[in-house]
């Protein structure tokens, strides 16, 4: 069964940084897609980011590209976003997610484990 805790997130004022992290425990990230999604109160769960487990290409969605960064380090089995320039509309809860197809989806559904979130706030 695999088991994904994310952490890192927090409360930081607009412009700030945070660094989130996706720990796995009993499945070796390496062989999947992770993506980070978020979801606002009252809106869908979206796509942030995803990492391909064969060449580590990456996708980012359009509102975070160029201030986010996806990255993996498979020696620690853990995936981290690192957010920069943040802005108050990033606040959400975000998520780590596993899919285990190849290439890369921003379909909360092709995704097969997802932690539990970790809550990002940045005030204005």
């Known amino acids: 069964q695999v088991q994904l805790v994310e952490s890192g997130g927090g409360l930081v004022q607009a412009g700030g940084s945070l660094r989130l992290s996706c720990a796995a425990s009993?499945?070796?990230?390496?062989?999947?897609?992770v993506g980070w999604f978020r979801q606002a109160p009252g809106k869908e769960r979206a796509i942030v980011a995803v990492?391909?487990?064969?060449?580590?290409?990456?996708y980012y969605a359009s509102p975070v590209r160029g201030r986010f960064t996806i990255s993996r380090d498979n020696a620690e089995n853990t995936v981290y976003l690192q957010m920069n320039s943040l802005k108050p509309e990033d606040t959400a809860v975000y998520y780590c997610?596993?899919?285990?197809?190849?290439?890369?989806?921003?379909?909360?559904?092709?995704?097969?484990?997802w932690g539990q979130g970790t809550q990002v706030t940045v005030s204005s």
């Open positions: 997610a596993l899919n285990s197809g190849w290439g890369i989806s921003t379909t909360p559904n092709d995704y097969d484990y």
């Open positions: 009993g499945r070796a990230l390496r062989r999947y897609a």
């Open positions: 990492i391909r487990q064969s060449d580590g290409d990456t």
